[in-house]
């Protein structure tokens, strides 16, 4: 990757698009919302491999992630709770608790930060 000066933040390409990244909103995402979607993004993803090779049918998942930060410290993040909507017929809650704590061990974004975040999971199921 390389990641080229702008006059606000920084700018690379990806196969994908463009990604613009800075400190001020206005001129890219911000550091620390790309981390949050990447643990997020990559727990959602693995937990949905999990479910779909235990054969658990889902209609959707939505993930609602809360950060707390840490001013003190340069405005670190500290924890990050991640909340899954799961909708789906005939779920077990069981086997969706396990499913997450499977998808936790296997994420590799969560892995990375191990031991520096605290990664909160919880879920409920909707219609």
């Known amino acids: 990757m390389e990641f080229k000066m702008k006059e606000v933040g920084f700018t690379t390409n990806f ?3 463009e990604l613009h990244v800075a400190g001020d909103e206005k001129y890219g995402f911000r550091p620390f ?8 993004v990559c727990s959602g993803g693995v937990l949905r491999k ?3 090779k235990k054969r658990i ?19 670190r993040i500290e924890k990050i709770h991640l909340h899954y909507l799961i909708k789906g017929n005939n779920l077990d809650k069981t086997q969706i608790h396990k ?10 974004m969560v892995q990375s930060v191990e ?7 919880t ?4 219609q």
């Open 15 to 17: 196969e994908y698009g």
């Open 33 to 40: 919302q790309l981390m949050v979607s990447a643990i997020a």
């Open 50 to 52: 999990v479910l779909q």
């Open 57 to 75: 049918d889902i209609e959707d998942i939505t993930i609602q992630a809360d950060v707390e930060r840490n001013e003190e410290k340069a405005n």
């Open 99 to 108: 499913s997450i704590e499977l998808a936790r061990k296997n994420c590799p």
């Open 115 to 121: 031991g520096s975040i605290i990664i909160e999971e």
């Open 123 to 126: 879920f409920e199921l909707v």
